[in-house]
């Protein structure tokens, strides 16, 4: 029995001293956690939001998107024999990407060109021998149609045999791959992707204050935020026929991109010459957080930061024009965000009335 309590408390011991490392750890662990200071006041610089002129021309930003991209998918099912592209490749239009097994329906062929030629035979030979043989008018028709029939099925096969070639509809670059050699497939599996960017549409947002100044078929200037100091050259070719909840209408800008030096996905702007002249909220650059679909600014309110949700419109230099989400005299923080979380205090260095 001694035995026993001994052995128990050795057991309580160990257990006890392992929930005390454990806990010895845990506590330096947090204790090299970054954790804001919540009380810590945040220097920051801010600025009171006015309206002003837009000026003659009118900055958009947007994304770049690939004027043709589509879903690589078979039109029969079966085992995939062969795949002839990778990602990341060229391909042509044409060109063979995947050959599906199509040995049986090719020792189906070799029936149906039998049954067609036996066909063909007998509705020759019943039409050539009506009168002198007496074959009926009954006679000849059936044999045509089953030297009809017989050519349906052998083109019917012949089609079935060709669709087991998956090929390229357009050139483009193989931008998703996802079959392997051996793989078995279906009409609705997925195999691959294929995006053209020899071509490229430049979506923007325009308000509905501002779609007067856009013209169908119009030539503008873009620029790409990757390539700076290279200029495009696009065409608008689709102005929405409706606007959005928030009143804006989608416009797409077609450009040439023979190099392919631009990616679909990257942002670009384009200036277009604004005939209204009216005044809008424009905030520094600096004070957006977030990306340009996806904006947000702070807000010093109380002493605090308010993180707050904008919608951007045009941009100009080194300021964005702000559709939504602010008023004029809200004072934004356009410095020292780096710190800031929503509710954050804050100290105020520098305030800009204008």
């Known amino acids: 029995m001694k035995k026993k309590l001994i052995i128990a408390a050795l057991i309580v011991i160990a257990i006890s001293a392992s929930a005390i490392k454990l806990y010895n750890n845990k506590r330096i662990v947090d204790n090299k956690i970054y954790k804001p200071e919540v009380d810590k006041s945040v220097l920051v610089n801010t600025k009171l939001v006015e309206y002003k002129e837009a000026g003659n021309m009118q900055t958009y930003s947007g994304a ?61 030979r019943y039409k050539n021998s009506a009168s002198a043989e007496g074959i009926s008018q009954v006679q000849i028709d059936n044999a045509y149609l089953a030297y009809k029939v017989a050519e349906s099925q052998l083109k019917q096969l012949e089609t079935n045999i060709e669709k087991c070639k998956v090929k390229a509809a357009f050139s483009g670059i193989i931008s998703s791959k996802s079959v392997e050699k051996g793989a078995v497939v279906g009409m609705n599996s997925i195999l691959g992707k294929i995006t053209d960017i020899s071509s490229l549409n430049l979506t923007i ?12 078929n119009s030539s503008v200037k873009i620029n790409s935020n990757v390539f700076k100091d290279k200029d495009y050259f696009g065409r608008i070719e689709f102005i929405s026929p409706s606007a959005d909840a928030s009143h804006n209408y989608i416009v797409k800008i077609k450009m040439a991109n023979p190099k392919s030096e631009i990616k679909a996905g990257m942002y670009g702007s384009v200036a277009i010459n604004n005939q209204t002249n009216g005044k809008s909220i424009f905030i520094p650059s600096s004070a957006i957080i977030g990306s340009y679909k996806n904006a947000q600014v702070y807000v010093a309110n109380n002493g605090r930061a308010e993180l707050r949700n904008v919608k951007i419109g045009s941009n100009m230099a080194s300021e964005v024009q702000i559709l939504e989400g602010l008023r004029e005299s809200d004072e934004i923080i356009y410095s020292g965000m780096i710190n800031l979380r929503n509710g954050s205090k804050i100290s105020i260095v520098k305030k800009n009335v204008k």
């Open 64 to 124: 770049f998107e690939a004027v043709r991209e589509i879903v690589i998918m078979p039109q029969m099912q079966g085992e995939a024999k062969a795949v002839y592209f990778k990602e990341g490749d060229f391909v042509s239009q044409g060109k063979l990407l995947v050959q599906i097994d199509d040995e049986l329906l090719k020792a189906q062929l070799i029936s149906a060109k039998a049954n067609y030629d036996n066909a063909n035979k007998n509705y020759q």
């Open 205 to 216: 947002l325009v308000p509905e204050s501002e779609i007067v100044n856009i013209k169908q």
